[in-house]
Structures are given as structure tokens and as C-alpha cells.
């Protein structure tokens, strides 16, 4: 056993600022010694880390875990920061997802707001993170916190930090809080006070229902695009809905209905949120399997779509009833298929704004590009995550550029449809994932039968991830060494394609800020991206490949066979590494 791992644990057993209980569950582990040298090492060789999405990892006690301990001193270090940056009457929202612990933590984020004089806005019961991005807009704060692990397995739960333009917060914020938390080492610079405290001294308090109206009318105003087509036709189309347990039952129920989709159902065995998502192995509606259920009764009652949203409803997965047959979208699929859309029907009825503005990841397909640029839009591409979409946007508000936002998006079920909030949108993806099935149902044509009308227009795009998982100290160590032997890679060829380019993320040659990323660019114009997870022990392989020659039949696959030969390549490089 490491010792400097060893002393760390215990001076945690032995801190009187936790709990006699809390101190045990660490005594106990100590004691199991050699058997628990593992999970010692696992909760105590380094502090939480904030990746693109904050904090997040298991629950339980040590400083490598989440628990009410490190969501104060995480919260502490925000405040320090906005501090820094703000003047005068301070204030913060705070939301909460369906997970365990998820709202002790967020009254936990509220007394810490308070104690620092902060006033925290709390939503009453757990609410979306696109509706927490939009509250801290609304209610012009300066900082928000949702408490959130997104899709992760139920043991985790996580902690998302928003700067005052409602998105996560990007340099030079980020840092500072990061600094700001790793310098915080005594407990006792950690300032708290109980919620109902913080009540008694107006610095602390619920939102109303208010917001939540606001946000559906954004919905409402801003996204849906034929709304008399909804009202005279929105029983015609069935959807099923799950919220996995989640946020999203009330949200995404809430406006489908105020829309006008009468057909819209839930999965009732999935519809009461519940930390443990007892129906599902991961609550991760990007994976077929977590949709099981809705499918199911999709096929059952012969609906034309499921929705599914993650337990905080920003992610929104799909699958079509494809006469008889459950066909599931990936994320670049449902992108390309909104995006069409919005840009068809803008330009139809005349509303397309001047200098039309989408934003995507650099790992989002190239699709988006040739929908975009045939409609005369520009697209330009981030780092992975929405936090730097929100900043793009953010810079070009700042600018006064003469670009107007349309549309975000990024490979991973993800999606921005409106700049009110700033961050992906599960419940605006619902609304208008079912008015494109509706629009199309009323031209004769499914989804799928839908996004092969845009292929042929388009030419094929086929994109891959291959997502490869390392758990623990040596699964780091494994992330690394992966990243290096591509990083060096010696040979002219990959998986029988040319390499043309390869870019590093991390050199500051390019555009965008430093990043652990890779690109390789072949010479057919295909490409592969790789880059560490920034919230999950693991690293993921992006490829993306073109076809436009021959039917489209033909171009599936080739496509198929490409990107299935890239795969194998991968895959027998991970394991040299």
C-alpha cells in the first residue's frame, strides 16, 4: 500500500469535521487492509478532477469521491471565483437530478452559497440541467450548480459548474475554480450554513413557478416551427416517451401536451425518478438497451417513435418503428435530421435568419456541414462539449458579430435549439423531434426513410465510436500510454488508409484551446479523432467516413466495411499500447 495514499486516509478517519459514522467508513477500510487496498487507493490517490463536464465519480467518503464534504469545498472554490469576478448583490441557481444524494447535495451547494452571502435559488424539486442553464439566465445570476452524474451507472453522482451566461463554465473560469479548489486543504476556510438558516436571512429561497413557465414558452416561441401543423394534426402521430427515471417526466410530458401531441405516453414502469434506475443496467438513453421498455411498447402499439431523455434530460435518444422493425439513430443521425429540417422549413416560410450560425464539435459528422452550407449557413466546429459551444457563441454575442445562431450539437445526443439556454436541451429535443416525425408521417415517410432522402441528397456519412474503458490508477496509466503510441505513430498508413494529416490538440498551432486530442486525416478524406473522456475512465475512437459513389445501397456498405476495418485497427492498437 502506497504510504503518502495510507497517511491521506487516515488523517481523513481522524478529521473531526466529519461525522463519528463517516469516519468509520473509512476506519473500516483501513482495517481490511491488505483486502482493501484497492478501494483505499481508488477514493484517496488524487482530488476530484474537473473534466468537461465537472466533477463527477462513486459516491461515498474520501477526497476522490463525491460526497456533501467535497460538493462544499467544489461549491467554496466557485464562489471564491465569482467573487473575483462580481460585484455587488451576488446570487446562484441550483438544480438537481433524480440521483442518490442528489438533492442533500444540492441544499449542501445552497448553504455554502449562502454562508459566502451569495443568495442560492433552488428549484423546489429536481429539474432538468437545460432548464437550470436557462434559470441563471433569467434570473441574471451570476453562477449556477447543477448536481448531476448525467448517464452514469447509479453508483455515481457529479457536480456541473455555470458561469453567468448559463453555460459551464470555459477559461479562464474553469482554472480559477480548479485552482481555488485544490488550494482549499483545511475544511475550516470551507464556509456553510443550513438551508434553513440561509432562509431566515433571504439568502436562500425556492424558484417559482415562474421560470419553469418561461422556459416552455421559449420552447413554444423559439423551437417549434408549425405550430398550426401540431394543432390540427398532433393527434396523427404516436410517441412513447421514457425519462429513464429521471428529471424529464414532467418537462417532456408538460409541453408535448401543451403542443398539442395528444398520442404522447409514458413508460410507466420508468416514469417515477429513482436514484437506483432499477429497470435499466446504464440510464443512458444513447444505448438501445436502456430503451428496451419503451420499444417494446412502442412495437406493441404500433407508435411511430420513442423519445428517451437521461436522468438529467439533456441527452435525447431515439428509435423509429421502422414498419415493424425498432431502428435507433445515432446522435449524428437525429442531428442531421433536426438540422435539415429547421433549415428547410426556415427557408420555406421565409424565416431563415441573415449569416445563419450552427455549431458542432469536431467529432460531430461533416453532414452537418453540407446541409448547412447548401442553405448558405456557416458551421463552425469546438472542442467536445458544450461548454465551448456556449463559449463560441458567447464570443460572437460579445463581438457583435454579424452571425445569427441556429443550431449546436455534438455526436452524443446532444442538442442546443435555442441560445436562452446554454447547454444541450432534452426537453426542446423531444418538442421537436416529434414535429419532424409528424411532418414527415405526413408526406408518407418514417424517420429513417426520412434521413435516406438526405443521404441521397447528400452523399453517405457513416460515423463510429469505439468506446474502450480503463477503470482505476492503472486504467489511467493505460489512457496514456494509448494516447502516446498514437501520438508517435509510425506508420504512413492506418487500416489501409493514407495519412495525409495528423493535428495534436495540445500544440498551439491551431485555433482552438489546448486539448488531449488527436486527428488523423486519410488521403479519401475520411477521418479518426481520439481523445481521454473528460467525466468517464475511458477513451473514445471517432471515425467518420464519406461514400457518394454508387446507389445507396452501395454506399452503406462500403461505408460498413470501412469503418469496420478502422475499428479492428483500433482495437489491435489499444492492446500494443
Given amino acids: 500500500m502506497d504510504q503518502k495514499i495510507l497517511e491521506v486516509a487516515r488523517l481523513w478517519s481522524q478529521n473531526a469535521y466529519f461525522t463519528e459514522e463517516e469516519r468509520k467508513e473509512i476506519t473500516s477500510l483501513i482495517d481490511q487492509l491488505p483486502h482493501s487496498e484497492t478501494e483505499l487507493t481508488e477514493r484517496f490517490y488524487r482530488d ?42 451576488c446570487s446562484a441557481v441550483i438544480s438537481y437530478d433524480s440521483r442518490n444524494f442528489s438533492s442533500e447535495f444540492a441544499m449542501e451547494a445552497a448553504g455554502v452559497f449562502a454562508a459566502n452571502g451569495v443568495k442560492a435559488h433552488v428549484f ?21 450548480i447543477m ?15 455555470f458561469w453567468n451566461d448559463g453555460a459551464q463554465v470555459v477559461p479562464p473560469y474553469d482554472k480559477e475554480i480548479i485552482t481555488a479548489y485544490n488550494a482549499l486543504t483545511d475544511w475550516a476556510a470551507v464556509k456553510h450554513m443550513t438551508f434553513e438558516e440561509a432562509q431566515k436571512h433571504n439568502l436562500a429561497a425556492w424558484t417559482s413557478p415562474e421560470v419553469d413557465e418561461a422556459f416552455y414558452q421559449v420552447i413554444e416561441k423559439k423551437v417549434i ?64 438497451k436502456a430503451l428496451k421498455l ?76 453540407a446541409i448547412v452550407e447548401s442553405f448558405g449557413g456557416t458551421v463552425e466546429d469546438t472542442l467536445t462539449g458544450f461548454k465551448w459551444m456556449a463559449g463560441r457563441l458567447r464570443e460572437h454575442e460579445i463581438k457583435k458579430s454579424p452571425f445569427n445562431f441556429v443550431f449546436a450539437s455534438e455526436e452524443s445526443f446532444g442538442y442546443m435549439l435555442h441560445s436562452e439556454a446554454r447547454d444541450k436541451d432534452g426537453v426542446s429535443s423531444v418538442a421537436i423531434i416529434s414535429e419532424i416525425a409528424l411532418y414527415f408521417k405526413k408526406k408518407g415517410m418514417n424517420l429513417m426513410e426520412a434521413l435516406d432522402s438526405i443521404y441521397e441528397e447528400y452523399g453517405f456519412f457513416f460515423e463510429s465510436l469505439v468506446s474502450q474503458d480503463y477503470e482505476g490508477v492503472a486504467g489511467t496509466q493505460k489512457i496514456n500510454r494509448i494516447m502516446e503510441y498514437f501520438r508517435k505513430y509510425p506508420e504512413s498508413h ?45 477513451i473514445k475512437f471517432y471515425t467518420m467516413v464519406r461514400e457518394t459513389s454508387g446507389t445507396l445501397v452501395d454506399k452503406k456498405n462500403n461505408a460498413l466495411k470501412k469503418v469496420k476495418t478502422i475499428e479492428n485497427k483500433i482495437k489491435e492498437c489499444c492492446e500494443k499500447a
Wanted: proline letters at 8%; aromatic letters at 8%; hydrophobic letters at 35%.
Fill in 294 to 369: 419503451a420499444v417494446d411498447l412502442m412495437l406493441k402499439t404500433n407508435a411511430d417513435i420513442v423519445c428517451g431523455t437521461d436522468p438529467d434530460c439533456d441527452r435525447l435518444g431515439l428509435a423509429v418503428n421502422d414498419h415493424g422493425e425498432a431502428a435507433y439513430p445515432n446522435g449524428n443521425q437525429i442531428g442531421a435530421l433536426m438540422l435539415y429540417y429547421i433549415f428547410g422549413r426556415h427557408q420555406e416560410k421565409g424565416t431563415l435568419p441573415k449569416n445563419p450560425l450552427v455549431l458542432k464539435s469536431i467529432v460531430t459528422s461533416p453532414i452537418q456541414n
Fill in 48 to 89: 476530484l478532477e474537473f473534466g468537461t463536464g465537472g466533477l463527477r465519480a462513486p459516491m461515498g467518503m474520501g477526497q476522490n469521491r463525491m460526497n456533501k464534504y467535497n460538493v462544499r469545498r467544489a461549491t467554496q472554490a466557485l464562489t471564491d471565483t465569482m467573487l473575483k469576478h462580481f460585484s455587488g448583490n
Fill in 494 to 538: 492506418f487500416a489501409d488508409e493514407k495519412i495525409v494529416a495528423k493535428e495534436d490538440y495540445q500544440d498551439s498551432v491551431l485555433e482552438l484551446p489546448k486539448s488531449n486530442v488527436l486527428s488523423f486525416t486519410f488521403e479519401s478524406g475520411n477521418k479518426l479523432f481520439l481523445r481521454p473522456s473528460g467525466t468517464e475512465p475511458k
Fill in 147 to 161: 448536481i448531476t452524474a448525467s448517464h452514469n451507472p447509479p453508483i455515481y453522482n457529479g457536480f456541473k459548474a
Fill in 225 to 288: 416551427l408549425d405550430r398550426d401543423m401540431i394543432r390540427n394534426h398532433g393527434g396523427e402521430i404516436s410517441i412513447v416517451y421514457t425519462s429513464i427515471h429521471g428529471t424529464g417526466e414532467i418537462p417532456c410530458v408538460t409541453i408535448a401536451k401543451r403542443l398539442g401531441f395528444t398520442k404522447f405516453v409514458s413508460v410507466p414502469e420508468q416514469a417515477r425518478p429513482d436514484g437506483n434506475f432499477p429497470t435499466v443496467k446504464y440510464p443512458n438513453p444513447e444505448d438501445p
Fill in 124 to 144: 423546489p424539486e429536481l429539474t432538468p440541467t437545460p432548464m437550470l442553464s436557462f434559470a441563471v439566465r433569467y434570473l441574471k445570476a451570476q453562477a449556477g
